[in-house]
């Protein structure tokens, strides 16, 4: 059985096979399947910050694209467990490992975006208990902008930046972290909002200037969003994709 966290708990537990039992096999009898979420809002709505040609080739052709090899590897790997094939199980596991992440971080990361200059966009209105733990955090908007672009640009080859509420409340309770590739946030922590540094997020429009990028994503966060995770649980930062089957 695949083994990737308590993240695949609670995103394949809402979509789990039906099963029947027969002695010691577990028969999967069918599987739902994951789907593309549609954006809220259109493709050219956060230029020119970031292009509508970026935005529909990124969301169209990319996140599809784990969508299908997502829904492709669970079915190999339901096959494989009805007819015991432990290698076959095994086989699969990067392949949902890498497309289930990639699914489950650009569902994130679409709705952490905005148009600019609307109301989710304002840092301070929009997100107040969010920017109070902030500035006690690093002190300052600054200061905590300053980090998390610094985590982003430190990204060697492909990978995602992460602001996060630790599950207790205890002091620092807001991190800045990475992951590699299409790895998700796992654990108990909550993903407030995510950057993709991946070269298709950007590469049309900035060519190699990653620094420009960053400087200009700041611009179409969605502090809205952002403040509805960090005042939710990690079950409804998840919602919306266990909705998507």
Known sequence: MVNLGSIWQNLLASQA????????????????????????????????????????????????????????????????????????????????????GGHINHSLFWKNLAPAETPETNYSKAAPSLAAEIEKTWGSFDEFKKAFSAALLGIQGSGWGWLVKESTAEKGRLRIITTKDQDPVVGGEVPVFGVDMWEHAYYLQYLNGKAAYVENIWKVINWKTAEERFQGSREDAFADLKALL
Do not use: C, R, W
Request: hydrophobic share 40%; aromatic share 8%; net charge neutral.
């Open 17 to 100: 096979p039906l099963q029947s039992m027969t002695g010691n096999a577990t028969t999967m009898a069918g599987l739902a399947t994951y789907s593309l979420p549609q954006l809220p809002y259109a493709y050219n709505a956060l230029e020119p910050y970031i292009s509508a040609q970026i935005m529909e080739l990124h969301h169209s052709k990319h996140h599809q694209t784990y969508v299908t090899n997502l829904n492709n590897a669970l079915k190999v790997h339901v096959a494989a467990i009805a007819s015991s094939d432990i290698p076959a199980q095994i086989a699969q596991q990067p392949a949902i490992k890498f497309n289930g």
